[in-house]
């Protein structure tokens, strides 16, 4: 697993205990294309399943991620694709 | 600047019921995410009007401080913001958009 993906799994986890969270890093499917970097690590595709969620419209939880995530936004991440769910939602 | 291109934006999401900020066009588009979003709302039926952020740095930057968003295709109904891609596809598996259009009266129309 590529260090931001890393970083995001480790951010996530602790913005939004107790979290279940994959983070899958889908740079190489985008390599060429506008966004993407040579050295990669610029799309990720990320689940994260957390109570925290509960009572949250989709674009707040969306929201609290991105804020989580916003140093790496500001490093190069171009993309980021979310699943945000409770565990209610998620069984 | 900023305070320019936002208004440019409030004024052009009250003045169309449907805009879809993406990268290309809808008949082009230039990116999988906003490609995504124009096959969605074609298959509900509903009219929008495509606003390509490439064309214009400005917009580009501005439409994601506008919304407090981070990424493009971000999609505003009757002024509102819906969402990007992940939210739109999710509320269209579910069903939620094409009621979200119906509430909105900007359902489809009926071929």
């Known amino acids: 697993m590529s260090r931001r993906a890393d970083r995001i799994a480790a951010a996530l986890r602790a913005a939004f205990p107790p979290a279940e969270v994959e983070v899958a890093d889908d740079s190489h499917r985008h390599a060429g294309h506008a966004g993407a970097r040579p050295e990669g690590e610029t799309h990720y595709s990320v689940r994260v399943v957390s109570p925290a969620f509960a009572g949250m419209s989709r674009v707040a939880r969306s929201r609290a991620v991105h804020d989580a995530l916003s140093a790496e936004f500001a490093g190069g991440m171009h993309a980021l694709a979310l699943t945000l769910k409770t565990p209610e939602e998620a069984r | ?111």
């Open chain 2, 1 to 111: 600047m900023t305070d320019t291109v936002h208004s440019r934006i409030q004024a052009e999401i009250t003045e169309n019921p449907v805009v879809l900020y993406m990268k290309g066009t809808p008949v082009f588009p230039q990116c999988g995410f906003s490609a995504r979003v124009v096959q969605i709302l074609s298959h509900v039926g509903v009219p929008f009007k495509g606003v390509n952020v490439l064309e214009d740095m400005e917009l580009r930057e501005g439409i994601k401080s506008f919304t407090n968003w981070p990424t493009i295709p971000q999609l505003y109904v009757k002024g509102e913001f819906v969402g990007g891609c992940d939210i739109v596809m999710e509320m269209f598996q579910s069903g939620e958009l094409q009621s979200l259009m119906e509430e909105k009266g900007v359902a489809a129309k009926t071929a």
